[in-house]
């Protein structure tokens, strides 16, 4: 056991971190604000191989590997929450279940522009009346001669309203519940698909979160990703590694407010001296330290599993769960800590406090990452 | 730091294979009698003379002295499996291993190593460490105890107090003042024989968990020390005690470890067997949920302690990270054995079952080799330097 980066992934950490200070720390204030999706960040990432890190590069790809891909959601997510998301998306959900499960000619028409960072991709699994419970999703897929038409709608979906290209999950036959679920590669701008318009959310407020709407959409055979009935295991296998893209970008929000904490404690005066010298702030950052060190611990050994292949299941459930967690705890105290200021928009705690409340709820709420744990050491 | 090769968190073959020898020689040796044990306030030295003899008193230090002369990883592998048996033992382990060989071998002369450290890691004899005073724990630099010079040797005057080992070791790290003038710089560490005159250990310690492992007092009455017994330098002893405390720490953070891995598995036992409202508990969400938090911070804790093992000697960075995993993982382990009691119910109460004990043992894990508040301390020391 030996947990040091290489010489490669501390270049890779080293050149995101000064592109996390220099293009996306100084834009994050603003789209928070505006909510606009960061089309030119998302172009720039790309020029640096973002867009598609662990992705090999005969399909576009920077061909790292995942902890490699965890460093760089952590950085771009401890200047940005929004762009960590759009990010983790691109590369996890939709890139990822390419890979692994498309065809080669899917692979060179979808996966090649999207790892590239040419194309921009979301993952629609989820419907207004099927969250945690995937499986009860009502979206249709009647095959049609060499098609298929859909026919349903999906929410809350990230990158939605930038989108080139989304994965659709759809059920082929809806009485055979999840068996009847099927993945579908749809170019976003095929007749038959609308976008709703922006949503506004506590959080995450870049990320392009919004509806689709599916009707009569005629979506060719050869789009199908996976066989007929294969789609809630590509769903489940595809959430699996996002949840450890999703655990880095909470590791990254901590940090950043974590950081911002610490600056401000060995700034800001009260009863006559730093309050860092105060043996209770002392003791937040101290505990807010061990989370964060913790939780980037079991996303890179998560990370690490997924590289060596094999189940990761239960590594990632865990990475998310808890990095998910201590996000929530240590924004809270980052804002404690910066007292009547951190409520303030001035200051950017506010803004990782209400970034990080998504982290438990999105790609498998706590809850639900509780019922995959459980389940894996029971079996065992 | 020079930059690794990448990540790995697999243990070696070596790692793994003395893991598997010490789990199973810790439930073929230490099981049976635990509870009996536990009672009685008895110490199993019988077998702790089986595990000098496989290597296990003596891991850290070099085979020229005698020992095994393993890596703090596999130490702290070692001091895991035994502690989800036997906290007790684990601890008598862990301060005979730790905070009494390592500092001979790191601060000590090669004559006063060859002279102590063989029979103490062939497990023939015990070590202990007298830092705590009944008035300095946490404030260590406020010790009495003093030293003072005369010809040869140094006399000691003063007494420790919750020492680990007081009553069977031969062989004791003990602080004491030999410049009170000087405050924390005029305290100066020793290598104290039980044979020396002037020393005396007092009685057993009643405790509410570790019952069967001996802590007790020591007491200097004109205790006379060779100055050949002088670890490092005069003025180095805090130095050389937190710098002990930095490693030992691991030790802890392991034991932790171990009795929450015990926790666990004693809490998944008895949740699938336990059937109320017609089922398995187990079938419950609250217990299931319980369950999963429980193996995650598991999961948390002995990562960061392998971690830490992992860059002990190696890295700036290493005291910070022993802290922080002795801080989570023995608060992570308390909070693993309530959950684990509460989901035993009234059983979890009755002695009959061993998270009871376990409850008791695991109390003291955010206690001693420094609080939880010493170890808050320590951290955000380093967070804020600089």
Known sequence: MRIEL??????????????AAEVVAPRAKEIDESGVFPREFFARAAELGLTGVAVPEQYGGAGMDVVSYCLVIEEISRACASSGVILSVNNSLVCDPILAFGTEEQKREFLTPLAAGEKIGCFALTEPEAGSDAAALRTTARRDGDDYLLDGSKVFITNGLAADVAIVFASVDLSRGHKGITAFLV?????????????????????????????????????????????FRIAMATLDGGRIGIAAQAVGIARGAFEEARRYARERQQFGRAI??????????????????????????????????????????????????????????????????????????????RDARITEIYEGTSEIQKLVIAEQILRA | MPPGSGLDFALTEEQELLRAEVRRFAEERLRPGLAERDRSHELPVAVLREMGEMGLLGMLVAEEYGGAGQ???????AVEEVARVCPSTAVTMSVTNSVCQWPIQRFGSDELRRRVLPELAAGAEFGGFGLTEPGSGSDAGAMQTVARRDGDDWILDGQKAWITNASIGKWFVVLARTDPAAGKRGISAFVVGREMP???AGAPEEKMGLRASVTGSLFFNACRVPASHLLDAEGQGLRIAFATLDHSRLGIAAQAVGIHQRALELALAYARERVQFGVPIVEHQAVRFTLARMATELAAARTLTRHAAALSERSPEAGRLASEAKLYASEAANRACF????????NGFSEEYEIARLYRDVRVTTIYEGTSEMQRLVIARHLLAG
């Not at chain 1, 407020?205 to 789609?231: H, I, K, W």
């Not at chain 1, 002392?282 to 997924?306: G, H, N, P, S």
Request: with cysteine; net charge neutral; charged share 25%.
């Open chain 2, 198 to 200: 002037g020393f005396a």
């Open chain 2, 71 to 77: 890596d703090p990883l596999t130490y702290c592998l």
């Open chain 1, 276 to 353: 860092a010298e105060f043996q209770t702030i002392q003791f937040y950052l101290a505990d807010m330290a061990v989370e964060i060190d913790a939780a980037r611990l079991l996303t890179w050994k998560a990370a690490w599993k997924k590289q060596q292949g094999g189940r990761y299941s239960l590594e990632a459930a865990q990475a998310k769960l808890f990095a998910s967690e201590a996000a929530q705890r240590v924004t809270n105290k980052a804002l404690q800590i910066h007292g009547g200021y951190g409520y303030t928009r001035e200051y950017n705690v506010e803004r990782y406090f």
């Open chain 1, 187 to 231: 170019p976003m701008d095929t007749p038959g698909l609308t976008r709703g318009g922006h949503q506004y959310k506590l959080g995450v407020q870049a990320s392009g979160t919004t509806e689709l709407f599916f009707e009569n959409l005629r979506v060719p055979a050869r789009y199908r990703l996976g066989d007929e009935g294969q789609g």
């Open chain 1, 6 to 19: 290489s010489e490669e992934q501390l270049l890779l950490q080293d050149t995101v971190r000064r592109f």
């Open chain 2, 339 to 346: 959950d684990a009691l509460q989901i035993h119910g009234g």
